[in-house]
């Protein structure tokens, strides 16, 4: 069971909807993602109607710290998994080998991704043994992805153009990633 993570705010717009080579960014996370998991949800708070188009649960934070808080309410939702990997919803070039090189890396332990040097928490992996050290972290303030992922292992990915972890944020990157679609 997997989490396809955050639904944020950047463009003036729902990141999620926001349209790219003729279909919402959710849609392009979507089919990049579903084969490498058994399942998907989807963490996003507000109205869940505006996702029903990609026939996913959603699940919105208990409170709202983040992107953790998402991650969290992905841990509390998939009981029965031994983990869950989150993704953006605005990174559309996602590597095809995501899931399996973070099982790698992690050996069952929280793994993050890293291209071209950079590491990129928000696709990572999330045993559920850290459930409770999150909810912790949480509780007590914390929110920063970074500083609850220190010392977690890292699944490198090679870089490629586009960056397979190339996130949209502006106007800017939305045409850089038509360009690479076109």
């Known amino acids: 069971m997997i989490l396809a993570g955050g639904a944020g705010r950047r ?8 349209t790219l080579h003729g279909q919402p960014l959710l ?4 089919d990049r993602f579903a084969p490498q ?4 949800a989807l963490s996003a708070n507000g109205d869940p109607a505006r996702l ?28 029965a998994a031994d983990a869950v990997v989150s993704v953006s919803v605005d990174t ?26 950079r590491l990129h928490p928000t696709c990572a992996l999330w045993p559920r043994t850290e459930r409770d ?27 490629t ?3 397979p972890f190339f996130n949209i944020n502006t106007a800017e990157d939305l045409a850089l990633a038509e360009q690479a679609l076109a």
């Not at 849609?27 to 979507?30: E, L, T, Y």
């Not at 998991?37 to 998907?40: F, G, N, R, S, Y």
């Not at 559309?92 to 040097?117: C, K, N, R, Y």
């Open 37 to 40: 998991v058994e399942e998907l």
């Open 11 to 18: 463009l003036g717009a729902d990141k999620a909807l926001v």
């Open 92 to 117: 559309p070039f996602l590597p095809g080998d995501l899931v399996p090189q973070l099982w790698l890396a992690g050996d069952g332990g929280l793994a993050v991704a890293q291209s071209a040097g």
């Open 133 to 159: 050290r999150l909810r912790a972290f949480l509780a007590g303030g914390g929110a920063r992805l970074m500083e609850f992922c220190a010392g977690a292992a890292v699944a490198r990915f090679a870089a």
């Open 52 to 79: 029903a188009f990609a026939g996913l649960p959603v699940l919105p934070d208990a409170q709202s710290q983040g992107p953790l808080s998402g991650v969290l309410a992905a841990l509390d939702w998939a009981e």
């Open 161 to 163: 153009t586009p960056d």
């Open 27 to 30: 849609r392009h996370v979507q």
